[in-house]
Every structure is written in C-alpha cells, then in structure tokens.
C-alpha cells in the first residue's frame, strides 16, 4: 500500500511514526523504514520461524491477541493476500483482536462493485460487523497501489500503479468512535490512495454507511 496510507494512519491516532502493524506482509515487502532490531516492530508473515530475524511473528490468522499489549492504540493495517480462507478469516480474526486490546485497523479488500463476474463475499461480514465503523469505496482507475518490488531498489519502493479495480477499505475499532473523527480518517485515508502524478483533491473516493452496530455501541455511518 502506498506509504501515505501508513502516515495519515498513525497521524490521525496521534500514535509514533511507523508503529501501525502490518497484518499480512512478508520480509520482502513490509513497510520501509522500520527495523527488526526494535523490539517493537512486527508484522504478520507466512512463516514465523524463517521470518523471525526479519521481524515477522507468523500467520496473523493465529496470532495471539497479546502482542497488541502495551500499544496505545495499536494500529493495525490489514491487506490480506487474496486467497479464500484468509479473505474469509479476517473479519473473525479482526473482532477477536480487537475486542482483546484497545486497537483500531484500516481493513483494505478487493469490492464487488464493478465486478459482475467475480464473488467477494469477504465483504458481507465486514461491512455487517459491530466493530465495523466506517467504509471508503475507492473507484477503479482513481486510486493506486504501489508496486509489490520493495526488494528490487533498482524500481523503487514508490514505484506506484492505478488499481484497475475497485478498492473498499473498513474502519475496525471496539471502541466508539466520533463520527466526524471517523470522516477525517476516511479522508485521509482516500488523498492517501490518490492516483500517482495527479493532485491528491481530486481522488473521487465515495464513502458508503455501513450496519448499525448493537445497542450501547455508536457507529459513524458516513455519507
């Protein structure tokens, strides 16, 4: 995901640069800049054991909520590789880790819109969630992706690509949230994903309400 996402993140949570966990990532393309020798710095990895020097803590699909200990709060990024049971799984494994520790994630899936011949039903239960405060629909051809060749520096880490698809990205948090700190965050979040070489204002990103959650819990339902 395009660094700026990251930064308007943290930004936003009041929370130290490059704290925000990248949920599923890999030695070869986690974010640029932190350092496995903080003791802090994780991230979420196919494999734990030869991932560990790298600062890759294994599956997040098992992870245990207890890593988030001692985050104030933990930010969570979560991008999941586009294989059914982790598409599937996120959601589940999102509220568990949520509701275990004061956190709030930015969810970032493929959306059905605009694929009349392809399925997603990962998003059903994302967007029904309790914890689910807000979404942002990103349009195909009005947001980018960078480029997965972090490893080769001869491209560039900011080596970025218009999605040619649309983008839905999830506002997850067990704790209430102001809707109008929720909007800022979704507008940060759509300049964030904004197309390369083009004034980030002029992304055309809408925003869509989601489920109402449970009595005693406050959704920001965005327009």
């Known amino acids: 995901m395009p660094p700026e996402v990251y930064e308007v993140f943290e930004r936003w949570a009041g929370a130290p640069s490059l704290s925000a966990i990248e ?6 393309n986690h974010r640029i ?21 790298f600062g890759g803590a294994g599956s997040f699909l098992s992870m245990d909520s207890r890593r988030l200990a001692g985050r104030q709060p933990a930010l969570l990024l979560a991008n999941p590789p586009f294989f059914a049971d982790h598409m599937l799984s996120t959601e589940r494994v999102l509220s568990r880790m949520l509701r275990a520790a004061d956190a709030i994630a930015l969810v970032v899936v493929p959306a059905l819109a605009g694929r009349p011949h392809a399925d997603a039903p990962h998003c059903a239960p994302l967007a029904a969630s309790p914890l689910t405060r807000a979404a942002v629909s990103l349009r195909a051809g009005e947001h980018s992706f960078v480029s997965g060749v972090a490893h080769r520096r001869t491209r560039g ?12 990205v999830f506002v997850m948090s067990s704790a209430r949230l102001a809707a109008a700190e929720v909007g800022r965050l979704c507008d940060g979040v759509r300049r964030a994903f904004g197309p390369p070489n083009a004034a980030r204002g ?20 965005v327009p």
């Open 33 to 53: 800049g932190a350092h496995p020798a903080d003791p802090s710095f994780w991230f979420g990895s196919a494999f734990a054991d030869v991932d560990a020097p």
């Open 157 to 168: 880490f900011h080596h970025r690509r218009l999605s040619r698809h649309d983008t839905d």
């Open 23 to 28: 949920a599923f990532s890999s030695p070869l």
């Open 202 to 221: 002029r992304s055309s990103a809408r925003r869509v309400a989601v489920s109402t959650p449970p009595a005693g819990r406050r959704s920001a339902s």
